[in-house]
């Protein structure tokens, strides 16, 4: 397990080391300021919510983009083979690779910080959904690179890496509004499934455990996942 | 040191590996030698738990490859075919994180790389980017990646491919000099490079060792016959053969290509004799009774490209 730390270092700064954290916090910045500021001022209300509604989908593009490169670049390179016999056991891997996916999505949230002090000078804003809104972006963000790290270690292309985790990530967040089409008997557990129905409860500042157990296994899930592909190719 | 019996690795239906034995003694240089697709590198790759085999097993010192693979991954330094590294990392930083990983402590870290730097020569080019070093810069990167924990088993998968002649020699210096404190398994498909620097060969061919010995005892026994060439003037070859059969220990005589542009009556032949006895006495006095002019005579003894070429030869 100690050699978790390296390798998250590693990660970590081959983001900031390359173009692509830059491009990446850039359009996630665009995109959220964009839609959140050009409807803010029609609602005349100080508060976060439109940010927090848009939140999941914005993330579902940017998350697979953060970790398509993880495993697949790798596996591309032949680097994988030097990471491998060096003294490390998958779990450090996978772990080291999720904690800076992770941690990187957390600093791309922090730019975003300067919408609440905005708002907080133009009206009474609460705190408290805002707190719980970011925790749960975190959380949200969690979930996502763990998915994005199980379609990272499927193939050697970073392309397909992207889609294949765009594509799950955005299923699960529009799975509960497409209810409509579906049997009332699977009613209640796909929307248990469905990303934005937890991450909704959660912005609103309601912590629910139900949430966040949700958030941590779908990381664990996808952990796993990522874990058996890569056992699958050793 | 490591011992390895019955190894064997399918892929899919391919078998690449079938049934390797062998075993390597502490302090020794082994070579695995063999043509394109032989098995070495899916060897190399089990031997450094990168690869699972298929059935067989591996022991390093007390080890097993399934039960303690961390342990021998401690144990080994792996240096893979044409060093893939991380492109966008300066040469520092990437030494620095194999470090991390082996767990030297800060102290031990900075004057391990200063002497691998040193020892590989990267002195200049510990501030750029790996992806812009040349082929034999990455090489001696990959190089100072496998020994950052100076340990004590070496595996180098054709660790001069895509060298220049002299990044070549000094590359062999390199591991002749780790060699002697080091187990060191290296494979090639350059039989000068198997000569220069193992002790000891295993030549392995369609995923099976056909030969395995010290290197001088592999040459020798490669031996059992020898090529003498000669060029005459004067000469056709019906009369010579007749002239030369005649001698002891000649066993064959073929014409040899003639060198382009050479003059038409100068003949080449070429004798297969057998090398425990020397026959060059012979022919030349042979020769001497003859009016032929003699140009060139040259023994050669049959050397490890022959016995390469009769066992890894395709039917």
């Given at each position: 397990?100690?050699?978790?730390t ?35 001022f ?7 919510r ?5 939140l ?33 056991t ?45 925790t ?41 509004k ?52 890569l056992?699958?190719?050793? | ?12 239906d ?11 003694q ?51 330094g ?62 001696r ?7 950052m ?20 020699v ?15 398994i290296l ?10 620097t193992?002790?000891r ?26 090529l ?8 056709d ?79």
């Amino acid at each position: 397990m100690r050699q978790v730390t390296p390798i998250f270092k590693k990660e970590f700064t081959a983001y900031f080391v390359s173009p692509i954290a830059y491009i990446v916090i850039s359009i996630f910045l665009l995109v959220t300021g964009w839609f959140f500021f050009t409807t803010f001022f029609l609602y005349n209300q100080a508060n976060l919510r439109n940010f927090f509604a848009l939140l999941p989908i914005t993330l579902s593009f940017v998350v697979p983009a953060v970790t398509m490169r993880l495993f697949a670049e790798e596996l591309n390179v032949g680097s994988y083979e030097i990471l491998l016999t060096m003294p490390v056991t998958f779990l450090d891997v996978v772990l080291g690779k999720f904690l800076a996916a992770v941690v990187f999505v957390a600093t791309m949230l922090i730019p975003t910080l300067a919408y609440p002090i905005t708002v907080s000078f133009l009206g009474q804003l609460d705190w408290g959904p805002v707190v719980a809104g970011y925790t749960g972006a975190v959380l949200l963000g969690a979930a996502f690179s763990a998915i994005g790290l199980f379609a990272s270690s499927l193939t050697r292309n970073q392309i397909i890496a992207f889609i294949i985790g765009m594509a799950i990530c955005f299923g699960l967040t529009l799975i509960d509004k497409m209810l409509f089409f579906l049997p009332q008997s699977l009613l209640g557990f796909l929307e248990y499934l469905g990303a934005d129905f937890h991450f909704e409860n959660v912005s609103k500042g309601v912590i629910d455990s139900r949430d966040i157990l949700y958030f941590l296994s779908v990381s664990f899930v996808g952990l796993y996942g990522a874990y058996l592909a890569l056992l699958e190719k050793n | 040191m490591i011992h390895v019996e019955g190894l064997t690795k399918y892929y899919h239906d391919l078998c690449a590996v079938d049934h390797i034995d062998f075993d390597i003694q502490k302090g020794e240089i082994l070579g695995l030698l063999g043509p394109n697709g032989a098995g070495k590198t899916t060897t190399l790759r089990m031997l450094t738990g990168f690869l699972r085999p298929t059935s067989g097993s591996i022991h390093v010192k007390d080890y097993t490859i399934d039960e303690h693979p961390l342990e021998i991954k401690k144990l080994l330094g792996y240096l893979p075919e044409s060093a893939p590294l991380y492109h966008e990392m300066l040469v520092y930083d990437y030494l620095s994180y194999v470090a991390d990983i082996r767990e030297l402590d800060r102290d031990e870290k900075l004057s391990r790389i200063r002497y691998l730097a040193n020892l590989c020569g990267l002195n200049e080019v510990m501030h750029q980017p790996i992806g812009e070093l040349s082929k034999g810069y990455k090489q001696r990167v990959g190089l100072a990646h496998a020994m950052m924990s100076d340990p004590e088993i070496l595996v180098m998968d054709e660790p001069t491919s895509g060298l220049d002649p002299n990044q070549i020699v000094e590359i062999r210096e390199i591991i002749k000099e780790i060699g002697k404190e080091k187990t060191i398994i290296l494979s090639t498909h350059i039989l000068s490079e198997a000569e220069a620097t193992c002790d000891r060969l295993a030549i392995i061919n369609q995923g099976k060792i056909v030969a395995d010995g010290k290197t001088q005892t592999l040459k020798q026994s490669a031996g059992g016959a020898s090529l003498i060439r000669i060029s005459l003037q004067n000469a056709d070859l019906e009369s010579v053969k007749k002239e030369l059969q005649v001698i002891d220990g000649v066993t064959d005589i073929v014409p040899a290509r003639r060198e382009h542009g050479e003059d038409d009556n100068i003949l080449h032949v070429t004798l297969t004799c057998q090398s425990s006895v020397d026959v060059r006495g012979d022919i030349y006095r042979k020769i001497k009774e003859t009016d032929w002019i003699l140009l060139e005579l040259h023994q050669e003894t049959k050397t490890l490209e022959h016995i390469f070429r009769e066992l890894t030869r395709e039917n």
